[in-house]
C-alpha cells in the first residue's frame, strides 16, 4: 500500500475520530486491480505515433 501523504493534522480533520488502524484497513482492502482499458490503449497509441520514424 502506498504511503498517504495527507497529514491528519491539518484543521479539516480535526472534528473526526477514526478507531481504525492503517493495518485493518490494508486487511480490507480487495485484491481486484482496476485497469482502465481504453486509456492504456489510447496513450500506447499515441507513445507509438509520436514514436514512429516519419
Do not use: H
Amino acid at each position: 500500500m502506498k504511503s498517504s501523504n495527507v497529514s491528519f493534522d491539518l484543521k479539516r480533520f480535526a472534528g473526526i475520530k477514526r478507531d481504525y488502524s492503517k493495518g485493518d484497513v490494508e486487511k480490507l482492502k480487495g485484491t481486484f486491480r482496476i485497469e482502465y482499458t481504453l486509456c492504456k490503449s489510447q496513450s500506447e497509441k499515441l507513445w507509438n505515433l509520436l514514436n514512429a520514424e516519419p
